[in-house]
């Protein structure tokens, strides 16, 4: 039986847009996964706690505020902590070029811009989970 | 396998984690853990949470959770949520009004997609809910899908259901039609401080008025029917009922949850205490047993008869050379001769 991807999507921080989150929950639902909705300002801990109780195979976070390079290491070492290692974080939002060689080395393993198209998304998740057939 | 029995057994959040998604993927790997888990279970009080879409069901579920972890108990939570029968893809969104419960390690939250159940819970939310069993938690909360007037799945698998209302959805015959408020053990009207919330409190009171099945143990068997249900013109005078009390809720403010969790506890009271939970358990085992033997039974008749011989049978209906029930006799017959 194949395995259903779950996914988190999670706003960290304290910016209230979350229509980017939406539109990406609502586009990986569209391609077949089960998305874990989890809202706006969610805390580092929130966001692990919830990844490690709902199993998800990747944590996907949608940062606008400018705060990713101090949010994603805490949320990857709180992460880390609750022996969620294994599990890839993705992160959308807007992210100065600049700043992915450091957000790759600490393990994020997708950025995607504002005007990313969703298939883009959804076939590097399939990439990312060795679902070459989807 | 072993080790992930023991670690459950210990509470590790991980290994209660990674075998939901066992349980809820179907994966060959979950039924020895079942198997061994199983008589660790039959512990906790489950409670189903039903009712329309938007009545506050998540926030209620919220509300419970943090009234049971006052009293120090541990709360596992199933919060069951549709999956589109178009992508197969689904949206899990109610731990969104339960953020109130993070950073307590005395709850465990679980998003469930329904995966193509249509009774309000997924096909494998009872041994779902038989993981968080073994694994101690006291209370199970069970959130169905925003249910309609035919998803009981809820009260073939809870000790106590609860059908939340809320103002404004319905005219009086809503109230009184057949369904979802039958298998109500509490009936509760969320959103009480809006307009009309008076108005269904008494609906739904006439409803009961009118006629509550007496003595029915809540019990809706697999052809779709209650069961031991006895009219309410016949009463026995000795034996005592339970008539659902109608309360009111804010979950917004956390207003009515005290009389909520009461009204919950003297449900189980009685349930214990007129020596009904040993046959409503029955019961349930015995719908349970029932729908896995038609599962394996389909799976197994599938599996001998080959696609191209149903192929076949369904060209023959298409034609209408055959009518649907005489394909069936027939498929069954090529089944026992090849099985025989």
């Known amino acids: 039986m194949k395995k259903n991807i779950r996914i988190l999507i999670a706003k960290p921080g304290l910016d209230g847009h979350d229509r980017g989150a939406k539109v990406i ?8 996964f089960e998305v874990i909705y989890t809202g706006l300002r969610q805390t580092p801990e929130m ?38 290692g294994d599990v890839p974080i993705i992160l959308g939002g807007i992210i100065p070029d600049e700043d992915k060689p450091a957000l790759e080395a600490m393990g994020v393993r997708g950025i995607f811009g504002p005007g990313t198209n969703t298939e883009v998304i959804v076939s590097k998740i399939h990439a990312m989970m060795g679902d070459a057939s989807a | 396998m072993d080790d992930l029995v023991n670690a459950l057994l210990n509470g590790s959040r991980r ?3 990674r075998l939901l998604t066992w349980v809820s993927d179907e994966s060959p790997q979950a039924s020895p853990i079942l198997t061994a888990l199983f008589p660790h279970t039959g512990k906790a009080w489950v409670i189903g949470i039903t009712g329309a879409p938007g009545t506050g069901k998540s926030s209620l579920v919220n509300c419970l959770a943090k009234a049971y972890r006052a009293q120090n108990l541990l709360v596992g939570i199933i919060a069951v949520d549709p999956t589109s029968p178009f992508t197969g893809g689904a949206i899990l969104g109610d731990r969104i009004r339960m953020r109130d419960l993070s950073g307590d390690s005395g709850v465990f939250i679980r998003s469930m997609a329904t995966r193509g159940s249509l009774g309000g819970l997924a096909r494998t939310t009872r041994d779902a809910i038989r993981v968080l069993d073994a ?22 698998t809870a000790h106590t259901t609860l059908v939340i209302e809320a103002p404004g959805l319905g005219d009086e ?8 408020l039958e298998i109500a053990d509490v009936l509760v009207v969320n959103k009480a401080d809006r307009p009309g919330a008076h108005k269904t409190v008494s609906a739904l009171r006439m409803m009961l008025d009118i006629g509550h099945p007496a003595s029915r143990t809540q019990m809706t068997a697999h052809h779709g029917q209650l069961l031991e249900v006895k009219t309410p013109e016949t009463p026995h005078s000795d034996e005592p009922i339970w008539i659902p009390p109608v309360l009111e809720t804010i979950a917004t403010d956390e207003k009515g949850v005290a009389e909520l969790v009461s009204a919950i506890q003297k449900h189980r009271e009685f349930i214990q205490s007129q020596g009904l939970s040993a046959p409503l358990e029955r019961q349930r085992i015995e719908i349970e047993l029932h729908e896995r033997l038609r599962e394996a039974l389909i799976q197994q008749l599938l599996e001998s008869t080959s696609p191209e011989y149903v192929m076949d049978v369904i060209n023959q209906v298409q034609n209408r050379q055959l009518d649907p029930q005489s394909a069936v006799t027939k498929i069954l017959a090529n089944h026992k001769q090849m099985v025989s």
């Open chain 2, 173 to 180: 015959v809503q109230a009184i039609k057949a369904g979802i």
């Open chain 1, 25 to 32: 929950a609502r586009a990986l639902r569209d391609a077949g």
């Open chain 2, 15 to 17: 290994a209660v984690a």
């Open chain 1, 47 to 84: 966001i692990a706690e919830a990844a490690l109780q709902e199993d998800v195979d990747v944590v996907g976070l949608s940062i606008l505020s400018g705060a990713h390079m101090a949010l994603v290491p805490k949320i990857r070492e709180v992460m880390d902590s609750h022996e969620l």
């Open chain 2, 135 to 156: 694994a101690g938690f006291d209370i199970i909360l069970v959130e169905t899908v925003g249910a309609g007037q035919s998803e009981v799945d809820i009260v073939r």
